[in-house]
T-cell receptor, first 114, second 115 residues
Framework: AQKVTQAQTEISVVEKEDVTLDCVYETRDTTYYLFWYKQPPSGELVFLIRRNSFDEQNEISGRYSWNFQKSTSSFNFTITASQVVDSAVYFCALSEVDNNDMRFGAGTRLTVKP | KAGVTQTPRYLIKTRGQQVTLSCSPISGHRSVSWYQQTPGQGLQFLFEYFSETQRNKGNFPGRFSGRQFSNSRSEMNVSTLELGDSALYLC??????????????FGQGTRLTVV
């Protein structure tokens, strides 16, 4: 069965600090997809990244970077030089090819203080 | 390009009533999925519709149902509402079958309160 664990319930940092959000997943499939979404107070989930299981290259997009390690079943998300606007709940999700739905982690609430 | 539109944004219903929520996906997207978000259970998959057919269903009772129209707009219905159905219901649209080879774009959700 697929499962996503985000052990950090809440994180609070001061602006300009770097912060890493952890995501650990479980799946029996060899082909699967991992996602990160951001949920601001407005409620909608904002897509950040999709990664398939065959692509272990790390990715950087501006201040955001992702570290995918199949050996430890982790897909961690780092925000560099955090800003107040980064305050939100961040969700990691897993999708298996056969199931075709996304299994979300419990989310990590990030608060960035000025 | 307009995003995913969900209506209404807020809804208050009485226990035992039924409710219908609407979702208009991004133009050209054929897949619509529904999720329930509660503080206790988090985000849970309800069902996915693609080309007017339900393709996948989560672990929810039969009181939860949905449909998709030829223009890809989707509705979900909850009958005999219970207090525990109070949640944020999120709709997601994808150009292809959701999950694998494409990302899903979410609406702002409908916040349902059952009293």
């Amino acid at each position: 069965a697929q499962k996503v664990t985000q052990a950090q319930t809440e994180i609070s940092v001061v602006e300009k600090e770097d912060v890493t959000l952890d995501c650990v997943y479980e799946t029996r499939d060899t082909t699967y997809y991992l996602f990160w979404y951001k949920q601001p107070p407005s409620g909608e989930l904002v897509f950040l990244i999709r990664r398939n299981s065959f692509d272990e290259q790390n990715e950087i997009s501006g201040r955001y970077s992702w570290n995918f390690q199949k050996s430890t079943s982790s897909f961690n998300f780092t925000i560099t030089a955090s800003q107040v606007v980064d305050s939100a709940v961040y969700f990691c999700a897993l999708s298996e090819v056969d199931n075709n739905d996304m299994r979300f982690g419990a989310g990590t609430r990030l608060t960035v203080k000025p | 390009k307009a995003g995913v539109t969900q209506t209404p944004r807020y809804l208050i219903k009485t226990r035992g009533q039924q409710v219908t929520l609407s979702c208009s996906p991004i133009s050209g997207h054929r897949s619509v999925s529904w999720y329930q978000q509660t503080p206790g259970q988090g985000l849970q998959f309800l069902f996915e519709y693609f080309s007017e057919t339900q393709r996948n269903k989560g672990n929810f009772p039969g009181r939860f149902s949905g449909r998709q129209f030829s223009n890809s707009r989707s509705e979900m219905n909850v009958s005999t509402l219970e207090l525990g159905d109070s949640a944020l219901y999120l709709c997601a649209s994808s150009p292809l079958r959701q999950g694998g080879n494409t990302e899903a774009f979410f609406g702002q959700g409908t916040r349902l309160t059952v009293v």
